[in-house]
């Protein structure tokens, strides 16, 4: 059984920061790409951000320059710092991990349950 478990969200003021961390678990042979994904209420559930296991990241482009995205493959982690957050940042952010388990010959992405983030104006 492979689990994604974030934590990190909460409330915050418009300006602020969070720092959310996804800890995937489970017997995982490998990760590829791993991201964020949010929705807000009443949208698509929308890309923010991806890293792949060499690093290399892609944003979408309201967050660009105000979001980072890391990982820590030892670690099985990948972490999202949200600097500059605005009330249209509000929305459940999702981890996703596109990734291998043992005995098996593909990969298959997996969600994690999603945490609230909440700015306020």
């Known amino acids: 059984q492979v689990q994604l478990v974030e934590s990190g969200g909460g409330l915050v003021q418009a300006g602020g920061s969070l720092r959310l961390s996804c800890t995937a678990s489970?017997?995982?042979?490998?990760?590829?790409?791993m991201g964020w994904y949010r929705q807000a209420p009443g949208k698509q559930r929308e890309l923010v951000a991806t890293?792949?296991?060499?690093?290399?990241?892609n944003y979408v482009d309201s967050v660009k320059g105000r979001f980072t995205i890391s990982r820590d493959n030892a670690k099985k982690m990948v972490y999202l710092q949200m600097s500059s957050l605005k009330p249209e940042d509000t929305a459940v952010y999702y981890c996703n991990a596109n990734l291998r388990r043992y005995f098996s010959t593909s990969s298959l992405d997996y969600w994690g349950q999603g945490t609230q983030v909440t700015v306020s104006s």
């Open positions: 890293i792949t296991n060499d690093g290399s990241t």
């Open positions: 489970g017997l995982i042979f490998s990760i590829n790409v």
